[in-house]
């Protein structure tokens, strides 16, 4: 038995067509439902990578503004971002820098926002930078102060038309 690890661009969509006919047609000897089987494993295999970048632009896009605004800087380098609006509370975690052109294998700083709603307006519900976490129910009076700044000026962004 062989293993195949296909790196898929957006233009070999034919190609993957062509493997998986040829797959198929190679292993004809196998029963029918094997064939089947292990077509759809290989589909499964190929599209299970792509699934895991199908995430939230628009929580990310939100949470990038959170970290703009309470790092008060007009442009951050982000790296490797992760949204999961299907969780509740829907969030996001991005690795970032505030040096311009940073590459992403450098990036260590952590910023995560969790929100009420995975749809606009989102209502920041929560958000840390590194391990120091900022919410309405923090007993330390200036993350809580702090906290509550990001979600007005959050609120202001997503009134605006």
């Avoid at 990036?107 to 900022?134: A, G, K, Q, W």
């Avoid at 990001?150 to 202001?156: A, G, K, N, S, W």
């Amino acid at each position: 038995m062989a293993t195949i690890v296909v790196d898929i661009g957006p233009s070999k969509w034919l190609a993957v067509y062509d493997l998986v006919f040829m797959y198929g047609t190679l292993s004809s000897h196998l029963h029918e439902q094997e064939v089947s089987m292990r077509q759809y494993l290989l589909l499964t295999l190929l599209f299970a990578p792509g699934i895991v970048f199908a995430q939230a632009p628009d929580l990310e896009k939100t949470c990038v503004n959170v970290a703009k605004s309470f790092l008060l800087t007009d442009q951050i380098t982000v790296g490797i971002v992760q949204s999961f609006p299907e969780l509740k509370p829907p969030g996001v975690r991005m690795s970032y820098s505030t040096k311009p052109g940073a590459p992403k294998a450098e990036m260590s700083d952590i910023f995560e926002c969790e929100f009420e709603n995975p749809n606009p307006p989102h209502r920041l519900s929560r958000f840390c930078v590194s391990s120091t976490c900022y919410s309405p129910t923090e007993e330390d009076g200036e993350r809580k102060r702090r906290f509550a700044e990001m979600r007005v000026v959050l609120d202001r962004a997503e009134a605006r038309p």
